[in-house]
């Protein structure tokens, strides 16, 4: 008979987090940094995830000099997710230029007055703040380009909420 019960509260438990699960919101993303950055999110204001992409030149004909190249590029990009947190984040213009995309966001589907988009821009920008060391510890290269012609490397980097997620099983699957 416990058998039976356990059985039962396990199926609806199962059932219970299978219909539970949101739905895929549409996002909304916003460049900043001259496009280096791109920070995509819901309608809502919940942070998604945040790209950014540095480029280096390949200075010498060594073997070497691609990855070193690669390498640069990739503390680049670093550098510029560590800027925009510090510098961009905390600026009035992120909540303009924030607004302004959800705007354009919303706008096939009806117009919401100012205040509502000021305000779901103010709390993504709470929500950055907040997940700002589990954004910055959770980049990732997503990818990474060598262009001949111009001798020349590109990487990008990626973090996002379901990315950490997937870092900390990972880390706990490795006994961390």
Known sequence: MKKLIVMFTAVMLSACSTFSQKKDEPKVNTDFMGGNIKVSYSLTGEFQSLTSSGVAK???NLPSAVDEAYLVATLQARKQIVEFMKVEVENSNFIRAVAESLQEGVNTNGSPDNKVT?????ELQDNIKQQSKAILTG?????KSYDASTRSVKVVIKTGVK???VAKQVSRMMGN
Do not use: L, R
């Open 163 to 165: 990315d950490n997620e």
């Open 58 to 60: 390949v200075t010498s």
């Open 118 to 122: 000021s305000k779901i821009a103010t």
């Open 139 to 143: 980049t990732y290269v997503s990818d």
